[in-house]
């Protein structure tokens, strides 16, 4: 993640009410995919659910991380005046 961009404006799990600088990315783990051979989980893949939140509607953010591979984009929102792009990504 930090390699889109940079360092900085990557936050995993903020806290509530943390003051978050624009054009970023958040992330959180969402879930543990399992896969099953002979019926059991013989792999474990980790999901996070990432979010670019970005100003500019024509950001090229979006689809940066969709390009990453195991990634699928689920939708998009503008809130607060910002836009929202929510991606499922698993690594």
Do not use: W
């Not at 996070?48 to 950001?59: F, G």
Request: include cysteine; hydrophobic fraction near 35%; glycine fraction near 4%.
């Amino acid at each position: 993640m930090e390699q889109l961009l940079g360092s900085r404006n990557v936050y995993f799990q903020p806290p509530t009410g943390f003051k978050m600088q624009y054009d970023c990315i958040v992330y959180e783990r969402k879930l543990i995919k399992p896969v099953f051979a002979n019926n059991r989980p013989y792999l474990l893949d980790n999901g996070y659910q990432v979010t670019a939140i970005y100003k500019k509607p024509d950001s090229d953010l979006p689809k940066k991380i969709a390009l990453l591979p195991m990634c699928a984009h689920e939708r998009h929102f503008t809130a607060d005046n910002l836009n929202h792009d929510i991606f499922t990504l698993y690594f």
